[in-house]
């Protein structure tokens, strides 16, 4: 009897290695192929189960850390990697694949050590060229100051430059008089300037950030609609593989006609997340204390609050803003609370061509009654956007870049009092100069 469970032992125990082989393998091969189709959730189930059955296996290994790289979880990755070089220690994919995790965690040395490592042994120039983008920015990374901006020429023709109403008779029967009376087109020449600057400490999830803009509209024929546009914003900027959060002052100056029409102070907030891999989620916040020079009655506190979701699909990108605007002014007809959304999407089409489309909508409610018209003010104004825009130019190491674009925009505002109710054509044309 007893020689009769030693042979079944014989038998069967090379039955049950080789099933749990089989299993094994089917668990690497089904992990490989959801790897392969962009399927990581169920890769890693897989791949972490052929792990579990063979974790010395260098090929297991190797895929679960690219699953897990792609997934986010860089510390995961790179244990997984550093145990397939333990087999084989030349293995220079593997490397490269180590050299790209510390580069994600911020081990920047370390992530150079490996790339040089790998482009010591002459890989295919794809690779090299890939690697060569690695090691710019990790130089990048460690600057301490990091300027960028873009500079814009602008030309519009705008067919209702005063907002003015569809009717010219109000009130029942009376007729408005001069130049806000009726619509007037108008040829606009502007220019845009952005300036930012990013200053680095030692800590490398902290940065400061600074960011000048100005825009000036200069109008062919209504001048006294020449604007002249001062923004600053500057603060602290945390940064990690799951958030960024960035907290910012904020000053404006608005000049109209060379006369001050505005000063402003204020406070902002952005929390930018990723949801998925191809989704980031921003939420902000701001509120600003005017100082209208032009009619004091429009002093006013005012609170945005917005939130700014991102998909991105291949060469699509579909992005949504919802937001609420409340503004309390020292005399409360000009107060108001205001609700919108735009819903933008953009995609990728040839030869550096981008083509884009947005529709969206605003209601704003006044507090106080308008003592012309007896009612307090309710409109809705909605609009329009298409247009395309393409890289004309850039440079040998993509520092700089000039790109046109030309665009449609139409707006619609309804009010129930009929003097803000109005329609807008406006056709623009811009060049934009590029750097980083």
């Known amino acids: 009897m007893r020689l009769f469970f030693i042979f079944l032992f014989f038998i069967f125990a090379p039955l049950s290695s080789l099933a749990a082989a089989s299993s094994q393998s089917a668990d690497f091969q089904e992990g ?187 109008y062919e024929t209504w001048h006294d609609l020449d604007v002249y546009y001062y923004e600053m914003k500057s603060g602290p900027v945390w940064k990690t593989d799951r958030f960024m959060w960035n907290n910012h002052g904020i000053i404006k100056h608005i000049d109209v006609e060379h006369d001050r029409y505005l000063d402003s102070l204020g406070l902002g907030s952005l929390l930018t997340v990723p949801l998925l891999p191809r989704m980031l989620i921003t939420f902000g916040g701001q509120i600003e204390e005017k100082d209208n020079h032009s009619d004091p009655y429009l002093d006013a506190t005012n609170i945005n609050i917005n939130f700014n979701p991102v998909l991105t699909i291949g060469p699509n990108r579909i992005s949504a803003y919802l937001f609420n605007e409340i503004e309390n002014a020292d005399d409360e007809v000009n107060s108001y609370d205001r609700i ?32 012309f018209f007896l009612k307090k003010r309710n409109d809705t104004v909605q609009e329009l956007k298409v247009g395309v825009s393409k890289l004309l130019w850039q440079s040998g190491k993509k520092r700089t870049n000039l790109s046109g674009q030309l665009s449609y925009t139409y707006l619609d505002s309804d009010s129930n009092i009929s003097l803000y109710t109005y329609r807008k054509n406006l056709v623009s044309l811009g060049l934009t100069l590029g750097f980083f």
């Not at 890769?43 to 260098?58: C, E, G, I, K, M």
């Not at 990013?198 to 999830?205: G, I, K």
């Not at 999407?345 to 209601?363: N, Q, S």
């Open 32 to 218: 490989k192929k959801n790897f392969l189709a962009g399927n990581y959730r169920e890769a890693d189930r897989f791949l972490s189960a052929a792990f579990r059955n063979d974790p010395a296996n260098p090929d297991i290994n190797f895929y679960l850390g690219l699953v897990l790289y792609e997934l986010g979880d860089y510390e995961a990755a790179l244990m997984a990697f550093e145990r397939v070089l333990i087999a084989d220690p030349n293995a220079t994919r593997v490397k490269l694949e180590i050299a790209r995790c510390h580069f994600r965690l911020g081990f920047r040395e370390l992530a150079r050590q490996y790339f040089r490592e790998v482009l010591a042994t002459k890989p295919p120039e794809a690779v090299w060229r890939n690697i060569e983008h690695y090691m710019t920015a990790i130089d990048e990374m460690e600057k301490r100051h990091l300027f960028s901006g873009s500079f814009s020429l602008g030309l519009s023709l705008d067919d209702n430059v005063y907002l003015s109403p569809v009717s010219d008779i109000v009130l029942g029967g009376i007729q408005l008089t001069g130049a806000t009376a009726k619509p007037r087109d108008d040829e606009i020449f502007s220019t845009t300037t952005v300036i930012n600057h990013v200053y680095r400490p030692n800590t490398p999830a902290y940065t400061w950030k600074t960011a000048f803009t100005n825009y000036n509209a200069f």
């Open 340 to 371: 919108g959304w735009i819903l933008s999407y953009e995609r990728l089409m040839f030869l550096d061509t981008t083509i884009f489309a947005g529709i969206g909508a605003k209601t704003t409610e006044y507090d106080g009654e308008n003592i």
